[in-house]
């Protein structure tokens, strides 16, 4: 999942919210005889953007299903883990490998919903 040695899981409302659906829901689920492990699943950068070169990052993000069906995810404008309102209209997360270059557009990254959409994992061709 995430890299727990960092500041991934700070005091901030945003880190805190991503932190909840990393290892409160899977605690939650497993208790309820769920699969723990949540429903990662992989989709498509909709646009290029650019990972922490440090660690491993959970970003908030938008999901959609493109007119040939397969399954987008876009990056959130990222103001800081402090910024709750970018969260608004997001689907989930988005979890970005450290590195310095830009992930371009097209790569498939792992993701996981905090709420349901239709915009489901990538589609073989």
Known sequence: LCDWSSDVC??????????????VRPWLDSS???DPRGAWTRRLLDEACRPNPD??????????V?????????VATWNGSGDLAHLMGTDGIVRLSEGDAS???GSEVE???WRPTRATEVKER
Do not use: K, M, N
């Open 103 to 105: 992930v371009p557009a």
């Open 55 to 64: 660690r491993i990052a959970c970003r908030a993000a938008r999901f959609r």
């Open 32 to 34: 309820l005889g769920l």
């Open 10 to 23: 700070s005091s901030d409302l945003v880190s805190a919210f991503v932190c909840t659906h990393l290892l």
């Open 111 to 113: 993701t996981l919903e």
């Open 66 to 74: 493109d007119e040939d069906g397969r399954a987008l995810a876009r």
